[in-house]
Structure formats: C-alpha cells, structure tokens
C-alpha cells in the first residue's frame, strides 16, 4: 500500500487518537520497554528513598549531601526539609497506626 492510501491515512488517524487516551507515563514506559531500556517510576523511587532516609541519623555529613542532591530534583517535601536539625538530620517521622 503506498502512502498516500486512503486507508493508511485512517489508520494513522486512529493510532494517533488511540495515543492522545494513553497517559504519557504509560506510553514512555512502553517505548522505553521496546527499545529495550529498563523503565522504572521515578516518583515511586525518589519516595522510597525518602522513606528510607526518615529514621536514619547515622553519618549526618552524607544524609544531608544526600537530601540537598534529592531537593535539587524536587525529590524531598518541605515539611521534612523544615524540620531538618542544625546537624542535618531529621527527626523520626510519627508512626502511622495500623488500619483496623
């Protein structure tokens, strides 16, 4: 079928009106599948680190060379970030009662 075709025209229609339903998210994520990348969610990582980083003190020089590289990306909340101590660390995080 050449290019022009009536029906290669629809076609393209139809996928890029398929494409503009699809979060771009998920469309990156697929593209990056098919090339062969290996794609990961980088909001869900940059909260695992912050989850991570909550209760820890130990070596407070690294934990704050760490978190101002995370809020260079947008990666930390400002509530943490305001309560941060003169030595860099945070305080604990409350503890979240378990739903019954």
Not at 23 to 35: C, H, I, R, S
Not at 57 to 75: R, S
Request: proline share 12%.
């Amino acid at each position: 079928m050449p290019p022009s075709d009536p029906l290669v025209a629809k076609l393209k229609s139809q996928i890029r009106a398929l494409r503009e339903t699809l979060d771009p998210k998920v469309l990156t994520f697929v593209q990056q599948k098919l090339t062969g990348e290996e794609p990961y969610d980088k909001e869900a990582a940059k909260e695992a680190i912050n989850l991570f980083l909550k209760g820890r003190t130990a070596n407070p020089a690294f934990l704050k060379k760490l978190k101002m590289k995370l809020a260079q990306e947008g990666a930390t909340s400002p509530g943490r970030d305001a309560e941060a101590r003169p030595d860099g660390t945070t305080p604990p995080a409350p503890r979240q009662q378990p739903k019954k």
